[in-house]
């Protein structure tokens, strides 16, 4: 005897399970990568958009398909040696189509987290043209609330440094914008801002308030932008710490590309596997949108 509700007709009870699928992935959204539901994305630039002054194969491919099946996206990066202008010019350079809006950088959580401490007076240990995607601080070096620490690049100095570190021992509090340790460029491994903050906090003993990637108030503040729950969105950049396991750690998915400044040592002896590992950005289609409708 058949249950009841089931059918002894193989042919019909094929038929309802289709039909099942097909309301299950119209109601599901975009699906794949073990099943996840994946609704938003954030993605990392550098290393994983383009590196140097080369856009990597797939990103408009990737960012066409994105649109077309109404996932929601933003830019996630941890530069700060541009101000959101620059970052869009060099984007529209690399024919990559953004709104200016959808570019998120450390300086926008700087905002954030400047109006929760209340602090008015900063200084400003960063290139120009940045500064003023921090709002209305004032810059002073005479007794600063706060020293805020972006990357400057081959501007890094003893000298600047110092007049950091002095800041830093009279009692200002200390942001950083990033603690990347490095980054790719043209196939070159460079410095990046990670190691001049640990050379500052090692010297004035503080623990800087980190405000990019992989700190959970940048993710908060790109969730929020996103307006989706942590679960369905997916985090893609080449940076195992600060992209992929930073966004895991605040219970969204992560998925490391093996461009830029991936590195397959550091993969493997990692305590945690990301998400999903693909060659590059080109394969993020096929691996969100697999098996889909
Ligand atoms: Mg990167």
């Known amino acids: 005897m058949p249950r009841k509700g089931h059918s002894s007709d193989p042919k019909r009870n094929h038929l309802c399970w289709r039909i099942f699928i097909i309301i299950w992935r119209n109601s599901c959204g975009s699906y794949g990568m073990n099943g996840s539901n994946i609704s938003g994305v954030l993605l990392d630039l550098s290393g994983t958009l383009y590196s140097g002054d080369e856009r990597i194969e797939g990103t408009r491919k990737c960012l066409a398909a994105l649109r077309e099946r109404n996932i929601a996206f933003r830019f996630l990066t941890n530069t700060t040696t541009k101000s959101l202008e620059e970052i869009a010019a060099k984007l529209d350079a690399l024919e990559i189509e953004v709104e200016i809006d959808w570019i998120l950088t450390p300086l926008a959580a700087a905002r954030e987290r400047l109006m929760v401490d209340g602090f008015k007076t900063a200084a400003l240990f960063m290139a120009n043209p940045v500064k003023?995607?921090?709002?209305?601080?004032?810059?002073?070096?005479?007794?600063?609330?706060?020293?805020?620490?972006?990357?400057?690049?081959?501007?890094?100095?003893?000298?600047?440094?110092?007049?950091?570190?002095?800041?830093?021992a009279k009692g200002s509090a200390f942001y950083a914008l990033a603690k990347n340790r490095c980054f790719e460029s043209g196939g070159e491994l460079s410095?990046?801002?990670?190691?001049?903050?640990?050379?500052?906090?090692?010297?004035?003993?503080?623990?800087?308030?980190?405000?990019?990637?992989?700190?959970?108030?940048?993710?908060?503040?790109?969730?929020?932008?996103?307006?989706?729950?942590?679960?369905?969105?997916?985090?893609?950049?080449?940076?195992?710490?600060?992209d992929v396991l930073g966004?895991?750690?605040?219970?969204?998915k992560g998925i490391l590309v093996r461009t830029g400044k991936y590195n397959e040592e550091l993969l493997r002896n990692s305590p945690r596997s990301p998400d999903a590992v693909i060659d590059s950005i080109e394969e993020l289609p096929s691996l969100l949108f697999a098996g889909s409708t």
């Open 247 to 252: 966004a895991m750690d605040c219970g969204l």
């Open 191 to 242: 410095l990046d801002l990670g190691p001049f903050i640990e050379a500052l906090s090692y010297a004035s003993r503080k623990e800087p308030v980190c405000l990019g990637k992989p700190s959970p108030g940048f993710f908060q503040h790109a969730i929020k932008e996103l307006n989706l729950p942590p679960e369905n969105i997916a985090v893609i950049g080449d940076d195992l710490e600060t």
């Open 132 to 168: 003023k995607d921090l709002g209305d601080i004032i810059e002073t070096e005479d007794d600063p609330d706060v020293v805020i620490m972006g990357d400057l690049s081959d501007q890094f100095d003893y000298a600047t440094l110092n007049r950091a570190f002095r800041l830093l």
